[in-house]
């Protein structure tokens, strides 16, 4: 109940609302749903006053519209689905990247590692199955994985998630306010020790295409196609291509523009032990290399349709009858 003064204006705030709200003073719900959340989807929010002495309306009726949706969960972008990954030395170190799709009020992550134990599961059966290696949670889109984390063996396949959630001082009950209650895709690595990446990359550049060519490996995994790059212009996604050669040709690209490319060969878990892991081939990628495609335009190529050409008379003497 709230109490009115004629001709003074009242706002209502949250709190008002919230006593207004309660359970007790609702029907039409029965408690489980009150204890839950709203569904996706657009409602509607009537008001009315009534004097409370005669029970008629004092109002108009009143009507907003409103917006319900979840938070979206985090989408990884380092180690690469299916990346493969060697120790350069005796310390280990792993940067985890991924990237928030929505901001909400109070958002943390908890990032979990596990070593995967059957190599034929899809990955998210892996992670439901593997071993727990290493759980945290941070407030940083980004985990470095250092000496002072259980060590990671090598010839081992990992799986990782992260899972976004809200700290909510207001959400007693903890409830997800994200979509798949906030567990973002499950990505893998290999960490082997039997593989070396694409070397001396280089990049022959034109217009609309790029050359590109980098050092064969001395030992070939049994592939049809054991290379495969990935590219993308700055600030894109990534697009593929696999090959069969320590060369490729990129097409349809944009004039003028910087594009980031990497080169990966086949030599996941999969490849040693020669068993369809996940049903996916892992790569061993080089690090990031650019190139700029250049903005030059072939004029003997040029059409154009409804233009004046210029005509130039350089022999102005007249015909001989």
Not at 89 to 117: C, G, S
Request: aromatic share 12%.
């Amino acid at each position: 109940m709230v109490n009115l003064s004629p001709g003074v204006r009242r706002t209502l705030t949250n709190i008002d609302f919230k006593s207004l709200l309660r359970y007790e003073n609702l029907y039409g719900i029965n408690e489980a749903t009150y204890n839950g959340l709203l569904p996706e989807g657009t409602y509607f929010i009537g008001l009315s006053l009534y004097d409370v002495a005669t029970g008629r309306p004092v109002s108009n009726k009143g009507r907003a519209m409103i917006q319900v949706r979840r938070y979206s969960p985090p989408v990884l972008t380092m180690p690469q689905k299916g990346e493969v990954l060697t120790k350069k030395n005796a310390f280990q170190h792993i940067v985890f990247q991924w990237m928030p799709r929505d901001v909400a009020p109070f958002m943390q992550y908890e990032f979990t590692l596990k070593e995967v134990w059957d190599l034929a599961l899809v990955p998210e059966e892996a992670f439901m199955t593997g071993r727990l290696v290493y759980q945290t949670k941070t407030f940083s889109p980004a985990l470095a994985y250092t000496n002072m984390m259980p060590i990671l063996l090598e010839n081992k396949r990992y799986v990782w998630q992260v899972r976004a959630f809200t700290n909510n001082p207001n959400n007693p009950n903890e409830q997800s306010y994200f979509k798949n209650n906030g567990n973002s895709e499950t990505f893998y690595f290999d960490l082997v020790s039997h593989c070396e990446a694409p070397k001396f990359l280089t990049a022959i550049t034109e217009s609309t295409s790029a050359q590109l060519r980098w050092s064969a490996q001395a030992m070939m995994p049994n592939q049809e196609y054991p290379y495969k790059v990935i590219y993308r212009e700055k600030g894109k996604t990534w697009k593929s291509q696999k090959v069969s050669m320590p060369y490729a040709k990129l097409t349809n690209l944009k004039r003028g523009r910087t594009y980031i490319y990497k080169v990966g060969v086949a030599c996941g878990l999969e490849t040693a032990y020669s068993s369809s892991v996940f049903g996916e081939e892992s790569y061993m990628y080089s690090t990031e290399q650019e190139f700029t495609t250049t903005e030059q335009i072939d004029e003997k190529s040029q059409v154009q349709c409804g233009v004046k050409p210029e005509i130039r008379i350089k022999n102005t003497n007249p015909l001989q009858e």
